[in-house]
């Protein structure tokens, strides 16, 4: 059956990004080769992604996608970018860009999916969002030996522990990588 399941780097105190949205804290981290080893694993059994369009604008940027298309990573899975403004499409990528509510695009969503999982990429409010519409299953999170002042959140919402439970503990380099079940609140 297929899963909603935000997987993400994240600072030791909780943030995806700094204030510029700015990742070079986390690409100096020793061990991401590690990480990236069974994130391969990991996307073979994706269906479907979502992010926010921050996330996909410092993709376009940091990628120079516009220029260089075929460098788009995630050509075998469907994308959904959610927006409210016209964004730039990158050619020959099924990138659907929506805008609104989780529960309008859910439908979509988990028929594109179908047997596979979907990724919530990012950023934190975005999945926040699928959180409240009951809709967030597990969270894998790389934890980076980082702390940031101020930054982009992880996950702005209150979720206790009695809808979280700790499924496993790993290190990959100097990641400890996380993974959380999400029950979905009353
Ligand atoms: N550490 C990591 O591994 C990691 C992972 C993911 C992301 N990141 C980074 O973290 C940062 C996240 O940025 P962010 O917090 O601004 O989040 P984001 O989710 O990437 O972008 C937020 C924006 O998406 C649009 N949006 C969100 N929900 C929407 C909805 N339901 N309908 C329509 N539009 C919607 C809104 O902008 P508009 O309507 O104005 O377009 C909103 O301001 C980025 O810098 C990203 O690169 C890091």
């Known amino acids: 059956m297929s899963r909603v399941i935000y997987n993400t780097a994240t600072t030791l105190n909780g943030f995806l990004a700094d204030d510029e949205n700015s990742l070079s804290w986390l690409f100096v981290v020793p061990g991401a080769d590690q990480a990236e080893s069974d994130f391969s694993g990991f996307l073979a059994g994706i269906?479907?992604?979502v992010m926010g369009s921050t996330t996909y604008e410092w993709l376009l940027d940091h990628e120079n996608l516009t220029e260089h298309p075929e460098k788009w990573y995630y050509r075998d899975i469907v994308s959904f970018v959610l927006s409210s403004r016209t964004l730039p499409e990158i050619p020959d990528a099924d990138i659907r860009f929506r805008n609104g509510d989780v529960d309008a695009i859910w439908a979509e969503l988990s028929d594109t999916a179908g047997d596979?999982?979907?990724w919530l990429v990012g950023g934190?409010?975005?999945v926040g969002q699928f959180a409240d519409a009951g809709h967030l299953d597990e969270i894998r999170i790389s934890v980076a030996?980082?702390?940031l002042v101020s930054g982009k959140p992880?996950?702005?919402?209150r979720l206790e522990s009695d809808l979280l439970t700790l499924e496993s503990v790993q290190q990959a380099g100097q990641f400890a990588e996380?993974?959380?079940s999400v029950r979905s609140g009353d």
């Open 47 to 49: 269906g479907a992604l």
């Open 116 to 118: 596979r999982d979907i």
């Open 124 to 126: 934190g409010d975005l």
């Open 145 to 147: 030996p980082v702390t």
């Open 154 to 157: 992880l996950l702005p919402r």
């Open 178 to 180: 996380l993974v959380y």
